[in-house]
């Protein structure tokens, strides 16, 4: 399949979403979007450098992957590039993400729980 324009106008809208869900679909990217969701302004590089311990041009590739797909935009300012969230919703959705995630969570807590109330179970 040829590589085609992240949001080319001809393609059907669940592709341009699904390519979101991969562009975000590693962690060290949810965690460059958590600083910068954190720090409510344009964060440089090196403070991104500094919070997440990811080689420079790894997190330069994840960088380049998240403003491919507009999740993110950048400014340089003489030798320093400030990265901020491209759109206000995506702190929304890294909540969402969070409290979904809590709520799956709690949920098998309680399984474990009740499985571990069960009587006993002697092997034959």
């Known amino acids: 399949m040829p590589d085609r324009v992240p949001n080319a106008p001809d393609r059907p809208l669940y592709e ?5 869900f991969k562009a975000l679909a590693h962690p060290a990217r949810i965690r460059v979007l958590e600083i910068l969701s954190a720090g409510g302004q344009p964060t440089p590089v090196s ?10 041009t790894l997190l330069s590739q ?18 320093a590039v400030f ?11 890294l909540v969402i993400a969070r409290v979904f ?3 799956t969570l709690g949920a098998q807590r309680d399984q474990l729980k009740a499985l571990r109330s069960l009587p006993p179970v002697q092997p034959r």
């Open 62 to 79: 994840h960088l380049a992957v998240l403003k491919r797909h507009h999740v993110v935009t950048s400014d340089r300012v003489g030798n």
């Open 101 to 103: 995630l809590a709520d």
């Open 83 to 93: 990265y901020r969230l491209a759109h206000p919703k995506i702190s929304e959705l």
């Open 16 to 20: 341009i979403k699904a390519n979101l």
């Open 47 to 56: 403070e991104i450098l500094a919070q997440t311990d990811i080689e420079p």
